[in-house]
T-cell receptor, first 110, second 114 residues
Framework: DAKTTQPTSMDCAEGRAANLPCNHS???????VYWYRQIHSQGPQYIIH?????ETNEMASLIITEDRKSSTLILPHATLRDTAVYYC???????????WGAGTKLIIKP | DSGVTQTPKHLITATGQRVTLRCSPR?????VYWYQQSLDQGLQFLIQ???????AKGNILERFSAQQFPDLHSELNLSSLELGDSALYFC?????????????FGDGTRLSIL
């Protein structure tokens, strides 16, 4: 079973920051938080991952709470092309497998 | 472009048949993963290879098998196909297959069973 809880869907206005929450209250100390997105049946696209500290790259920022039980993915200036299903994944089992949940369907509105 | 190449993009076949899906990982990646995604479902992990050796198995049916070759490309073989095998099949690769390395996905093969 997936070890994360995400909203089923969210809307965001184009140009605004999209903040996608994820709950992972059972996360273990050595497990990373990964974010991927999937645009209409294309291959999942890696966005960002982190362990304890906040992370930022050219696509997004990842904010992990101090107790590591939740995180937020931030897309700073959402565009229509950011409409996708966003998956928050906590790795992994003993074989480093990603366990995928249902994700959040993010719709960016003009 | 993730650098992971999957062929073919689309495959249409009949029940009872056998097909082979191919995956070329990103340059330098040693680990390959196979996933199945049925209509409007999440990804289900099937199997992982690392440098030619099977590392982990997920929800892979006995009718399915895979291998990774010395040049690191991988093939997923599906036999005695059933209607329920219709799905998207994704391949992903990572450098070593450890927990702090992201997996990068190909564009998938869409398999349709008639």
């Amino acid at each position: 079973d997936a070890k994360t809880t995400q909203p089923t869907s969210m809307d965001c206005a184009e140009g605004r920051a999209a903040n996608l929450p994820c709950n992972h209250s059972t996360i273990s100390g050595n497990e990373y938080v990964y974010w991927y997105r999937q645009i209409h049946s294309q291959g999942p696209q890696y966005i960002i991952h982190g362990l304890k500290n906040n992370e930022t790259n050219e696509m997004a920022s990842l904010i992990i709470t101090e107790d590591r039980k939740s995180s937020t993915l931030i897309l700073p200036h959402a565009t229509l092309r950011d409409t996708a299903v966003y998956y928050c994944i906590v790795s992994m089992d003993s074989n480093y497998q990603l366990i995928w949940g249902a994700g959040t369907k993010l719709i960016i509105k003009p | 472009d993730s650098g992971v190449t999957q062929t073919p993009k689309h495959l249409i076949t009949a029940t009872g048949q056998r097909v082979t899906l191919r995956c070329s990982p990103r340059s330098g990646d040693l680990s390959v993963y196979w996933y199945q995604q049925s209509l409007d479902q999440g990804l289900q992990f099937l199997i992982q290879y690392y440098n030619g050796e099977e590392r982990a198995k997920g929800n892979i049916l006995e009718r399915f098998s895979a291998q990774q070759f010395p040049d690191l490309h991988s093939e997923l073989n599906l036999s005695s196909l059933e209607l329920g095998d219709s799905a998207l099949y994704f391949c992903a690769s990572s450098v070593e297959g450890i927990s702090n390395q992201p997996q990068h996905f190909g564009d998938g093969t869409r398999l349709s069973i008639l």
